[in-house]
């Protein structure tokens, strides 16, 4: 209702009381078209957002990528075989399609119904391939996309040392397998963490364990580690096979042993003049007349261990100038060190016909036999000698069977050779050394750090008066027993650093050029153990051993 108003109230406040009157019907139309027109054109782009998000996240609308899954993984051989394959059920969208890769247009190639894409040289890490092209509704498109990894390099393995009781007792393996996805060990699947490392029980395993990892691309990465036994110490004296018949040297040996002097004794099981101490029965050994059964093998041992003595059986190996003469006589030459012009190597100061070939397949046999042979007879250890090449120029000599192999590589070969044909049968390994070997190998063909993976010691001969003046900067070495020897030994401690492998050396009690008493030997051991090497092997070939230089072993 209106308010009513005072007489004589304006005309224009009564126009404000009236009822609103309708627009004209043309005002009408053009109002509801233009809003008509608003909210059509509002619906149409809604809808078509709508379609193109749902074009946009169907994988395919009839187009069809091959070759590769999302999140797959390829390594240097299958990233290098990579084909990438593009199909659509419609052949005009084959035509319209386009190809990218990492962002960037790759060039294709059509056969028949089929687009191929072979990417090369991808380097390692993520990469995205897409397809696009039209859709099956108006205003869409289709999209494929996958993302793939190329890995090439395989996983880095590094393995700790892995300590071992008697043969086939339970060992840990323990190590680091960066980037890998899985490891096994000897058949057995170690979890692997975050950081690489991985830790794993074997229940019974080989003297050499295989450990195997590999990563998400297949890339994989395989060594091997030795369940090492720590080796007791070890204090002994050289003793011939003639020796031990010896009244008087075997005697003066076996006294020191029950003056707990010392606990082991090395005899001889082959020696320099390629006899065998023993009555062998190693096929080629009695072929050959080299078993001459000086002492009885297993009676000997079992005396010796009962006197508390570990028995070290010393093998030299490539210097036997028995089977040399044997070989090179009867036809097989190729068992002899040669001449460049395929006469017998002279030996050096050895005498010709003194050297066999290390590389020949019937000399490693022969000796390895004799190993496993000593191993099955008690001996404790088994510790090669002249495992090397005659020393000399290396381009005086001919080795048949070689091949591309250096000699290096060879002798550490034979090692890991002898290794294996031992087994189980819980026998230590060791092997002799020039001193000479930690800083020039190449001369005898001794590589520290290969034969240390392959034995369970090295044992440098690093007897003072074999060393040149000056030698690790030590004015008379012969002189100097307690500075070459501390000197020489912290050289082979770097070398076999790393490795299962311990270091036992030989060491001087005999005179030569320089008379050695008790001091000369004590400042010798003195000078091992400072390096943390308390086991030591004494050479005296006249098995003469003087026991004011040696403490009781508590």
């Known amino acids: 209702m209106c308010p009513s108003f005072a007489s004589g109230a304006s005309r224009r406040r009564r126009l404000l009381c009236r009822v609103p009157r309708r627009r004209p019907r043309e005002t009408r139309v053009l109002l509801r078209s233009r809003r008509s027109r608003l909210l059509l054109t509002a619906g149409i782009a809604a809808a078509c957002a709508a379609l193109g998000a749902f074009a946009l996240g169907t994988p395919s609308a009839g187009i069809h990528l091959h070759g590769v899954q999302d999140r797959q993984w390829f390594n240097a051989a299958t990233a290098r075989s990579l ?65 793939f990894t190329v890995a090439t390099t395989a996983p880095a393995l590094h393995l700790e040392k892995v300590a071992a009781g008697r043969p086939h007792s339970p060992v840990t393996v323990h190590g680091t397998a960066k980037n890998a996805a899985g490891v096994v060990v000897e058949g057995v699947r170690a979890p692997v963490a975050a950081d690489g490392t ?24 395989t060594d091997t580690v030795r369940a090492t036994r720590t080796h007791p110490l070890l204090r002994a004296a050289h003793l011939t096979a003639l020796g031990w018949t010896s009244d008087p040297l075997r005697n003066g040996i076996l006294d020191l042993l029950r003056q707990k002097k010392l606990n082991a004794v090395e005899l001889d099981i082959k020696d320099e003049n390629g006899e065998v101490g023993y ?5 080629l050994a009695k072929e050959i007349g080299s078993a001459k059964g000086y002492y009885d093998a297993r009676a000997t041992i079992d005396a010796l261990h009962k006197a508390g003595a570990q028995v070290v059986g010393r093998i030299v190996a490539f210097r036997d100038p028995i089977l040399a003469t044997a070989s090179w006589q009867g036809g097989h030459r190729e068992r002899v060190v040669q001449t460049p012009g395929g006469e017998a190597y002279h030996g050096g100061n050895y005498g010709q016909l003194s050297f066999t070939n290390f590389a020949d397949r019937t000399v490693r046999d022969y000796n390895q036999a004799l190993a496993v042979e000593a191993a099955s007879l008690g001996f404790d250890d088994i510790l090669y000698d002249y495992v090397r090449r005659p020393d000399g120029p290396l381009t005086t000599m001919a080795f048949p069977e070689l091949g591309g192999t250096t000699p290096e590589q060879s002798i550490a070969d034979f090692v890991a050779e002898t290794r294996n044909k031992l087994g189980d049968q819980g026998t230590f390994l060791g092997v002799s050394v020039f001193g000479i070997a930690a800083t020039r190998p190449l001369e005898i063909a001794q590589e520290i750090g290969a034969l240390a993976r392959q034995a369970d010691y090295i044992a440098p001969m690093v007897y ?8 690790y900067n030590v004015a008379d070495p012969n002189a100097q027993p307690y500075d070459i020897v501390r000197r020489s030994l912290a050289d082979f401690a770097r070398k076999t650093d790393g490795t299962q492998a311990q270091v036992i050396p030989w060491l001087q009690d005999f005179s030569l050029g320089v008379h050695y008493g008790p001091k000369e030997v004590t400042d010798q051991i003195r000078a091992a153990a400072e390096n943390g090497m308390p086991s030591f092997l004494l050479w005296n070939a006249g098995a003469r051993y003087q026991g004011d230089a040696l403490s ?3």
């Open 198 to 221: 991985f830790s794993v029980n074997v229940a019974d395993p080989p003297p050499t364990i295989k450990v195997v990892a590999t990563d998400r691309a297949g890339n994989s990465t």
């Open 279 to 283: 009555a062998s029965q190693v096929p």
């Open 464 to 471: 003072p008066s074999h060393w040149g003046p000056g030698e």
């Open 83 to 147: 084909d990438l394959v593009v199909t659509a059920d419609e052949d005009s969208t084959l035509k319209s399609l386009k190809v990218t890769l990492d962002g960037s247009p790759v060039p294709t190639h059509r056969d028949g119904r089929e687009l191929h894409l072979r990417p090369t040289a991808l380097p390692d890490g993520e990469h995205q391939v897409s397809v696009q092209g039209a859709g099956r509704l108006p205003f869409t498109r289709a999209t494929i996309t996958r993302t």
């Open 552 to 554: 009781v072993i508590h």
